[in-house]
Structures are given as structure tokens and as C-alpha cells.
């Protein structure tokens, strides 16, 4: 007379293959949530660098046209970390603001974010608009 066992437990072979499918279900969840720590990041610098850039363009936008070139030329908007934070602003890593024009009238005035993101990695925002006077 044999006497069968009742099923109980698990065998080995089940639980191997229910810890594959659990370990390969956690990487895929922590890999997209890294992944998406990291384009929070980015985002949140873009939308940064994108205030930054309409911060100026309203400084500029502010100033009588006459002095706009001129006030170009010299520097005024071409700004470091450093002047970034005097003006107020929460400065990114590595950030400097460019500003350039061209024409006459209308003048293209043209603002440059730059700044490094994540791993160093060099990351820019223009914005452009016309002015005329």
C-alpha cells in the first residue's frame, strides 16, 4: 500500500520560478522609477532655464529700444551663476545667459541658457523675439 502525498507546499522548481518573475518585476519598476528621477530633473532645469531666459527678455523688453543694442553689446544681459543669483533667481549648475541681437529695426534679440544637467551634460534654451522701436 502507498500512500500519496496531499499537496501542501511548494516545490523547489515553483519557487525558483516565482522569485524569477518577482526579481525581474522589481528591476522594471526601480529602472523606471530611476528613469524617471532623472527626467524630473530635466524638466524641472528646462523650466528653469526657460524662466531665466523670459526674465531677461522682459529686462530687455523694459529698456527704452534706443539702448538695447548698445546695452547688449556691453554685457549687460550676459550673465554667470553668480549674476544670476544677485538677480535673484535660483542659478543651475554650470549656468551663463547669453544675449545677442542682430538688425536694426526690428531688432532679433536673442537669449542663450546654458547650463549642465545630470552627468554633465551640456543643455542650452534659446528663446528669440523681435523688437521694434
Do not use: C
Not at 3 to 32: D, P, W
Not at 70 to 82: D, F, L, M, Q
Not at 109 to 114: D, L
Amino acid at each position: 500500500m502507498t500512500s500519496k502525498r496531499q499537496g501542501s507546499g511548494f516545490s523547489l522548481l515553483e519557487i525558483l520560478l516565482v522569485a524569477a518573475i518577482l526579481s525581474y518585476s522589481l528591476s522594471v519598476i526601480l529602472t523606471t522609477f530611476i528613469t524617471s528621477v532623472g527626467l524630473d530633473e530635466a524638466s524641472r532645469n528646462l523650466t528653469t532655464a526657460t524662466s531665466h531666459a523670459q526674465y531677461v527678455m522682459e529686462s530687455v523688453k523694459n529698456t527704452a529700444f534706443a539702448n538695447i543694442a548698445t546695452s547688449i553689446t556691453s554685457g549687460t544681459w550676459n550673465w554667470i551663476t553668480a549674476t544670476v543669483t544677485s538677480n535673484g533667481l535660483a542659478a543651475l549648475n554650470s549656468e551663463s545667459i547669453a544675449t545677442t541681437y542682430s538688425g536694426t529695426n526690428p531688432l532679433t534679440v536673442t537669449v542663450t541658457v546654458s547650463w549642465n544637467d545630470t552627468h554633465a551634460r551640456s543643455r542650452t534654451k534659446v528663446l528669440q523675439t523681435l523688437m521694434s522701436g
